[in-house]
């Protein structure tokens, strides 16, 4: 029945260019719109995602699914059109599954709270936001129940973002990221002074940082033929379609990271969306697999390429050359470590690779406690702060530096933080893969060639979209599902040798 | 009938918010969109209208106009709610009466000639060209059918643009002009000399044109919390809502007026969308009253405003501060002089005050002689070349500087070009009233005090939107119907001193 699949397409275009206006209508937001222009904005947001929801989850759109799924049972699981509906009709159920009101309810929350949350956050007062975190909460629940789970309520808010992982699958892995990591963090923190990043801290013209940043992204594989970047307060990426794939950036003139390796963060979820296929554009398949998936390409290209000691071994040369005043009398490894420099921060956004996913592990315990109805959320700060202590050996001076620094809690949308730890986890195992088959990969960068790394991310990962889950994807492209020792293997040797620590085998 | 008019705000709130997001991906893609985005917006595009359609032409609409005309026959013609139910009546039926087959016909040929229009122009070659136009004019004529006419085809395209004046009416008007105009042009060009624009044609840094234009339209009361400026091919003004309207501009270090002036030119109709009045926001009610009262507010800021004595005598010293070098030895009035300077050219948007309305007239009668049927296609150079000689007294050199110079007729919209006339006729219909109620306007302009015209103009164009058509609102404002009359006198009266005529009295 081509004439189902063929008018199933076309509502997923018309719904598809209309997510694609909101998000030039959010990229304008974050860049370039006048203060005044907020209201109108917010009008407009609402109702292009409101015209958007009705449209997909209409009763039409369940006929045509039913349709199709009867006429086309036979397709390989891989292929697209098998892939489209089956992933179409996850999206359309777990749609469908949310009450109107409910969906109303959570936007009116969401924008309520977050004037409280930055007010408490700016006086570090957590009473002010705590009410409005309990009617976040129980919206969450609210959700759980609506979308259903069989054993705990946090399964059915991460099967959104991430299909196919359970709860007690990622606390397995949490727990076992956490083993290896609180004693990492506690060597390197023994031995804090062997690694020094002073030279970070002074004196980049930020005009030479954003033309650097841009240019070395271009060499990784950043098309700007189908790209561009723009200067934002929190750097991110959007894709308008395979043709407008955008990155931001920010920059600082007294710490060099900021520019440089959040315009590659930046660019490696920008080189994924303009490596997903074609085939797939205008509907529910084109897009990263999930956010975790689509957090290792950016933490791939920022971390594993980026600050590794080849690539400095390219790019250090031409970094002196534009910088030679803050750059004087340093080496490419030198630089190497300092851009690798470990510390224990209160603030995640300011966390570095070793410690990152510590910051990540709190937050989700303490989520899924709140939801799970084991943590109250009075108690919220001095459980945060507890936790903080036994994994950082850090009290945490205010809640505006703890339990109060992230938006997210803000909005409704718990389980959006597992997928920045995810993120490191599948990127290492990818990158794993990926040196069996490239034995010269270190070379190959050294030589400031990116293409055939590229080559194999587009060919094993971009392509595919949302075709698969990422365990499917994972299992395709690796050999073996989800797994945080390849992460592990990797932070253990790399910052073994940049701290010069004696660790005990795995 | 409350509840009848709150279901039909809510619908126009939706329509306006798919309209105002296509501004936005509008203004996007002439100002930062990447090359390779061009594919996806035109999709983008063709969905946001597509559904905006649809909703604003819905037979829920047209029932809900039913109800609001029954509840509402006795309200007061001038109040918001009888002018959103009159106005929104208008736009309906009008959607209505156009087949949708007509819409998708006249939409894939305006992007199938384009590209041979941009071909024909290149090589100056019109025959390229002609089956396009062909097939235009008769998409045109078969509108014109579609929404009817008493008298003349071009009625029914006029009516949709300038609602309320008939084709006659336009004629009687420009004829009056051409009478007026043709003459004062043949006497300037006999006394080109008496003006010299040199000092305009060298050396004006870019970057500093950038920030003195945004700063004079500041003054002027463009309001940049609610707008900004970026740089565009062809400049333009744009309105996201009442909280953000934006301009372009271009910049040419070797002509200074085409940033000043096309600065001003933009921020008279960005002034214009920031004064329509904030109740109207959200319904059909929210925009300018007519293409033509549209430009009037671009003419007048740029012209009667912009290129007076009284303002040079206020800007000249901080133009000469920002720009010593190209303004040495020069005064307020000799610039005044020189960016007043007219001289007949092949191309309208090139053209001055003066000779302006004769490239409009130009375009005006041929379009409308193929319209009625008087002009063959293949014809139309030659009538071209004619018509120009007569007005202008110039030989058109080739087609590509004659002809084929403007984008309009490679899209299927006739009767766009009278309004660029119409806005330089109500442009000085308004500033005669102005100037009868506001005796030292001059010494306001003088002072650099903007406030109490743009008062004026607020409260008796600006914030009415679109609920009068152009002669209702000419009407409140000036108590008499559009005439020619204030514009012939003022330019007779400017370009006589200007260059030393004696002309007739009228």
């Known amino acids: 029945m081509p004439d189902t699949l063929e008018r199933l397409r076309a509502i997923l275009a018309e719904v598809t260019d209309l997510n694609r206006a909101t998000a030039v209508l959010a990229w304008d937001q974050e860049t370039y719109m006048p203060p005044g222009g907020v209201q109108n904005r917010a009008e407009q947001f609402s109702t292009l995602s409101e015209v958007a929801h009705r449209r997909f989850t209409s009763d039409e759109v369940g006929r045509l699914l039913d349709e199709a799924e009867a006429a086309n049972a036979k397709l390989d699981f891989d292929s697209d059109e098998a892939s489209l509906i089956r992933v179409t009709r996850r999206d359309y159920d777990q749609a469908r599954k949310l009450p109107s009101e409910l969906v109303a309810e959570i936007a009116h929350a969401s924008s309520t709270a977050r004037p409280h949350w930055q007010k408490a956050r700016h006086e570090s007062n957590f009473g002010l936001f705590a009410p409005y975190l309990e009617k976040n909460v129980e919206?969450?629940?609210?959700v759980a129940d609506a979308l259903g789970f069989e054993k705990r309520p946090y399964d059915a808010l991460?099967?959104?973002?991430?299909?196919?992982?359970?709860?007690?699958?990622?606390?397995?892995?949490?727990?076992?990221?956490?083993?290896?990591?609180?004693?990492?963090?506690?060597?390197?923190?023994?031995r804090a002074e062997a690694v020094d990043d002073s030279v970070l801290r002074h004196g980049f013209d930020p005009d030479q940082q954003l033309s650097y940043a841009l240019e070395t992204v271009t060499k990784l594989g950043y098309d700007l033929e189908r790209g561009r970047q723009d200067i934002s307060t929190h750097p991110?990426?959007?894709?308008?379609?395979?043709?407008?794939?955008?990155?931001?950036?920010?920059v600082n003139r007294d710490?060099?990271?900021?520019?440089?390796?959040?315009?590659?963060?930046?660019?490696?979820?920008?080189?994924y969306f303009q490596g997903i296929g074609r085939n797939l554009d205008r509907t529910n398949l084109w897009d990263g697999a999930s956010p975790g998936v689509h957090e290792s390409q950016s933490r791939l290209w920022e971390n594993l390429v980026g600050r590794s000691l080849p690539f400095w071994n390219h790019f250090f040369s031409s970094l002196?050359?534009?910088?030679?005043?803050?750059?004087?009398?340093?080496?490419?490894?030198?630089?190497?470590?300092?851009?690798?420099?470990?510390?224990?921060?209160?603030?995640?956004?300011?966390?570095?690779?070793?410690?990152?996913?510590?910051?990540?592990?709190?937050?989700?315990?303490?989520?899924?406690?709140?939801?799970?109805?084991?943590?109250?959320?009075?108690?919220?700060?001095?459980?945060?702060?507890?936790?903080?202590?036994?994994?950082?050996?850090l009290d945490v001076p205010n809640d505006r530096e703890g339990v109060?620094?992230?938006?997210?809690?803000?909005?409704?949308?718990?389980?959006?933080?597992?997928?920045?730890?995810?993120?490191?986890?599948?990127?290492?195992?990818?990158?794993?893969?990926?040196?069996?088959?490239?034995?010269?990969?270190?070379?190959?960068?050294?030589?400031?060639?990116?293409?055939?790394?590229?080559?194999?991310?587009?060919?094993?990962?971009?392509?595919?979209?949302?075709k698969f889950t990422p365990n499917e994807l994972l299992e395709r492209a690796t050999g073996r599902p989800l797994t945080p020792k390849p992460w592990i293997a990797y932070v253990r040797k790399k910052y073994g040798a940049l701290y010069g620590l004696r660790l005990d085998k795995d």
Chains 1, 2 share one sequence.
């Open 404 to 466: 109060l620094q992230d938006i997210h809690w803000s909005f409704v949308g718990f389980a959006e933080f597992p997928g920045y730890t995810l993120g490191n986890i599948i990127g290492a195992q990818l990158m794993e893969k990926i040196r069996s088959e490239m034995t010269d990969l270190d070379h190959q960068i050294e030589r400031g060639e990116f293409g055939q790394l590229l080559g194999w991310l587009q060919e094993n990962v971009y392509r595919h979209g949302r």
């Open 158 to 190: 991460l099967n959104r973002t991430e299909p196919g992982l359970t709860t007690d699958e990622l606390e397995a892995i949490f727990d076992e990221l956490k083993t290896a990591i609180v004693p990492l963090v506690a060597d390197i923190s023994r």
């Open 139 to 142: 919206l969450n629940r609210r």
């Open 320 to 393: 002196q050359r534009t910088f030679p005043e803050p750059l004087k009398g340093v080496d490419a490894e030198a630089f190497y470590r300092a851009v690798n420099k470990s510390y224990p921060s209160y603030i995640r956004v300011e966390a570095d690779e070793v410690t990152y996913n510590l910051h990540v592990l709190l937050r989700f315990e303490l989520e899924n406690d709140m939801l799970e109805g084991r943590l109250k959320v009075r108690d919220l700060p001095e459980a945060w702060n507890e936790t903080f202590k036994s994994y950082f050996g």
């Open 236 to 250: 991110f990426s959007i894709a308008f379609g395979p043709g407008d794939v955008r990155i931001t950036t920010r």
């Open 255 to 271: 710490f060099f990271n900021e520019c440089l390796f959040g315009s590659i963060h930046e660019a490696g979820h920008g080189m």
